[in-house]
C-alpha cells in the first residue's frame, strides 16, 4: 500500500510540474506484453488499484469413481475450486454421481448438475427437490470452461486435481477429519462426532459408564469413556445432552442439525426406508442388518447409554441428537428430541419437535450440518 501510494504522489507532482510549463501532460503506461498505452492526464479522473482474480483457463477432469475419504469431493484449477462433484442420492436416479459448477467464490451451482450418466439436475431451493433430464451417454470426462460445465470440449485444457471435501476439526491439541455427504440441499458429516474437546479447546467430562451418580448429575456435557478407539474411529462417541446444545460444540460453519434438518433430508431423500441410511460396512451393523447406504448417511449402530441400561443396543440400534429441547411432561425435565435407525425397523424414525424426546441424561451420538 506504501508503494502505490508513493506512487499516486509521484504522479500528482509530476502533473504539477508539467501544468506548471504550460505543456499538455500525457500518461505512459508501458505493459507487461511490451506495448505501451497513453492517457492524456486531463482526461482522468482518479486513479485507482484493485486485486482482480484471473479466471481459470479450460480445465478437464475424469469422472472419479473413488469416494472413500468423502462423498464430496473438490475439483480445483490451481488454487480456484472450478466444479464440485458429489456421490448423491438423487430422487427418481438412485446414488449418482453428479458434478456441479462453481461460482467466482467457489460456491457449487446446485442448478446446473450433471450426472455421469448426461442428465441434467436442478435442485429447487423451495422444494428441496430436483428437476432431472433425460440420460444420454455415459460421461468420461467433464470440461470447465468460462465457468460453464461441458461434457464434450475441442480445444486445449490443462489437468484440474480432485481431491476430498472434508471437515478438518480442530479443537486446541486435538484434530479430527471427517467426511462429508451431500444430501439435497444439505451438506453433512458423513461420519459421527468423536471429538472429546469442546471449540475453545476445554475437555469435555469423559466419565465412566460405572460412574452413575456422575453422569446424572452433570450438566456440562460428558462422554461415555469406556468407548474403545478403534471403535469410536467408526461409530464416534456416545455424549449426554448438555454436549448437543452447547454453543462449544459445533465448528465455525456447522450446527448441531434441526428437527427441521432432518425433515429436508426426508423431503430430498423421498423416503424413510432405513436401509438406505444405514451404513453398508459388516462392522457397522450386527450380521444381516447392513444397509445399502444409497443416501451415503452412513449411520453406524452405536447403541447407547443410559444408566438404566448401561451401554445397550450396540450393532442394532443408534440415536443421534437433534439441537431441538423442550419440556417433557412424562420426564418432567428438560428432553431433546433425535433421528433413529434400529436394525429390524423398516424406516427410519425422523424427529418431530417435542415428540417422544430422550433427557439430557442418555448418551447418544452426534453430527453436524453445514450452515
Sequence with gaps: MNRILTFVISILSFVAAIFAQEVVPTMHVNLANGTTVDYPLADIVDITFEDVAKQAGPVSFAVPNDFTTSYVLDVKAGTEKVAEVAKEYVKGLGQVIVVYPCDAEGKADLTKGITSKGATVAWDASTKLPTIGTEGDDVTTFYVVEGKLLTAYDGETTAATVTPQLLVDRRGTETQTYRIVKIG????????????????????????????????????????????????????????????????????????????DYGSIRTSVGARTAKLYKDSAPASWGEGNVGTNDTGFSVVATGYYSTATDLNSQFSDTYIWTSDSSYDALSKSNAIDFFRVTATGTNAVFPTKGLNPHTYTFGHCLRFVRE
Excluded: H
Excluded at 195 to 211: C, F, V
Excluded at 236 to 253: C, F, M, Q, T
Design 185 to 260: 440441499l444439505q451438506y453433512w458429516m458423513a461420519d459421527n462426532f468423536r471429538g472429546t474437546k469442546y471449540t475453545d479447546g476445554s475437555a469435555i467430562a469423559s466419565i465412566s459408564g460405572t460412574d452413575k451418580d456422575a453422569w446424572n448429575s452433570n450438566t456440562t456435557g460428558c462422554y461415555y469413556a469406556e468407548t474403545e478407539a478403534d471403535w469410536a474411529a467408526i461409530a464416534g462417541r456416545l455424549y449426554n445432552g448438555y454436549v448437543a446444545v452447547s454453543d462449544k460444540i459445533a465448528p465455525e460453519g456447522w450446527r448441531v442439525p434441526s428437527c427441521a
